[in-house]
């Protein structure tokens, strides 16, 4: 069950954001207004819950980072919260110089995930609950493994979902059969994931044997919830590599969208 939540609220808050950024122009201050709301419950929710040691605690906790992560996306989406600098990839600059260039046009966004990771991990030191902070840490590592794979080459780079004025950002994708990196993430987020299931399954294994286990919903559903986000992530990770088409899973909602704001002005 946990697995599916975070496998539905996944997809369903890609999309949500995905659409509400491809609205036309005129809607998106009242977007920012409506998901700076739930992110902000999202908030109060995991610190309400950092003591909390049920299911329920634990699908909070998830459901509160998971709005804070979706409220990052929109606001760099929408060109909101992105970088000092907004320029393509100056041709000539390789090495160091292509790495700062591309960092200027990011850094802003990065610095203000940081920032609210920070917020989650300190309060979570020591805390029972801790699933917010996983969360939100998961998210924003493998987000930033993926960047960098990007930057230094991928055989598939979607650039369908980006808007006009963020094409800009494109010019610092590169495309290359593999990278020396991909193989570091793969191989490292599974052994993440098999250690999350690991506990899970060691969590399930005690309930059912009857050992105390007034934590042992929590502790199954917490790992299972943190591990299945993370194999989501390996699969965007893969879908950089492989033809998978993973954009298809949102295409279709966004088609009339996309054309509607083309015309927007």
């Known amino acids: 069950m946990a ?6 609220a996944w997809w369903a808050s890609t999309g949500v954001v995905l659409r509400l950024v491809w609205l036309p122009r005129r809607t998106h201050i009242a977007s920012v207004i409506v998901m700076t709301a739930l992110a902000g419950g999202g908030g109060v929710a995991v610190y309400e819950t950092l003591g909390v040691t049920t299911a329920e605690a634990a699908y909070t906790a998830f459901g509160g980072a998971l709005a804070l992560w979706a409220w990052h ?6 060109g909101w919260v992105t970088g000092p600098h907004r320029t393509p990839w100056a041709p000539g600059g390789t090495g160091w110089r292509r790495f700062v260039q591309a960092t200027s046009v990011l850094i802003h966004h990065e610095v203000a995930l940081a920032v609210t990771f920070l917020a989650l991990a300190a309060p979570s ?3 029972a609950n801790r699933v917010a902070a996983w969360t939100f840490g998961v998210l924003w590592v493998m987000r930033l493994s993926a960047k960098f794979n990007v930057f230094l080459g991928v055989r598939n780079v979607s650039v369908e979902f980006v808007l006009p004025h963020l094409r800009y950002l494109t010019t610092y994708f590169r495309r290359a059969p593999m990278n020396a990196l991909m193989p570091v993430s793969l191989l490292v987020g599974g052994g993440m994931v098999v250690a999350l299931g690991a506990h899970a399954l060691g969590w399930r294994a005690g309930s059912m044997v009857g050992q105390p286990g007034a934590g042992a919903a929590f502790g199954v559903t917490a790992h299972t919830l943190v591990a299945t986000i993370l194999v989501l992530a390996l699969v965007e990770h893969l879908c950089l590599v492989l033809p998978l088409p993973d954009a298809m899973l949102w295409r279709w909602m966004l088609r009339d969208l996309r054309r509607e704001a083309r015309s927007d002005v």
């Open 73 to 78: 996306e929109l606001v760099f989406l929408l």
């Open 3 to 8: 697995a599916m939540v975070v496998v539905l």
């Open 125 to 127: 030191v020591g805390a």
